[in-house]
Antibody
Framework: QVQLQESGPGVVKPSETLSLTCSVSGGSIISSSHYWGWIRQPPGKGLEWIGIIAYGGSPQYNPSLMSRVTISADTSKNLFSLRLESVTAADTAVYYC?????????????????WGQGMLVSVSS | QSVLTQPPSVSGAPGQRVTISCSGSSSNIGAGYDVHWYQQLPGTAPKLLIYGNKNRPSGVPDRFSGSKSGTSASLAISGLQAEDEADYYCQSSDTGLRGSLFGGGTRLTVL
């Protein structure tokens, strides 16, 4: 079955760029019915959707983060990545990658399964 | 403040039935977007519990059920067990957002 694993630095300095990678095993990111997404959760708080990327399509981002975020994919390595620029303490969170499953029924219906185990990234000097 | 509104907490005794609501609007749940539910046990990643309003992935007990009506959805858990103690999140989409949105989450306490 498909498994996802986040990796990257656990600490990033304020104003610098957060970079994470999600390695996918057990399935290919080249899929017409699946997108690949990032979701974060600040300590003690709820889930926040960051964005998604689809093979052959343009990434889509949360409007609140759009000016600072980039999601890209490397099909040769079967992974996708997150870059978040100019980070502040408010960006401290557990970052999850997840597979987005899609279905069209008038509108695009999407849900997330499976999820990676998550990676805590702290913004601190 | 989340666009999808959930109660911060619910509780119930073992064996009882509880429901968790997810209230949206005409631009998300009411626009025809399905609602999905996730269970997050302490210290773990969220796990898909219900998709497409009422469908259970393989392995999810039938004690968990979902429904949707109008601009709201509900997750019901019957025969409460201690291991159900977790945070529960609803998720949907919105016509004004080319992406997903999550409810604020509900903490279930089993008394």
């Amino acid at each position: 079955q498909v498994q996802l694993q986040e990796s990257g630095p656990g600490v990033v300095k304020p104003s610098e760029t957060l970079s994470l990678t999600c390695s996918v095993s057990g399935g290919s990111i080249i899929s017409s019915s699946h997108y690949w997404g990032w979701i974060r959760q600040p300590p003690g708080k709820g889930l926040e959707w960051i964005g998604i990327i689809a093979y052959g399509g343009s990434p889509q981002y949360n409007p609140s983060l759009m000016s600072r975020v980039t999601i890209s994919a490397d099909t040769s390595k079967n992974l996708f990545s997150l870059r978040l620029e100019s980070v502040t303490a408010a960006d401290t969170a557990v970052y999850y990658c997840a597979r987005q499953i899609n279905m069209v029924r008038g509108v695009l219906i999407s849900w997330y399964d499976p999820w990676g185990q998550g990676m805590l990234v702290s913004v601190s000097s | 403040q989340s666009v999808l509104t959930q109660p911060p907490s619910v509780s119930g005794a073992p064996g009882q039935r509880v429901t968790i609501s997810c209230s949206g609007s005409s631009s998300n749940i009411g626009a025809g977007y399905d609602v999905h539910w996730y269970q997050q046990l302490p210290g773990t990643a969220p796990k898909l519990l219900i998709y497409g309003n009422k469908n259970r992935p393989s392995g999810v007990p039938d004690r968990f059920s979902g429904s949707k009506s109008g601009t709201s959805a509900s997750l019901a858990i019957s025969g409460l067990q201690a291991e159900d103690e977790a945070d529960y999140y609803c998720q949907s989409s919105d016509t004004g957002l080319r992406g997903s949105l999550f409810g604020g989450g509900t903490r279930l306490t089993v008394l």
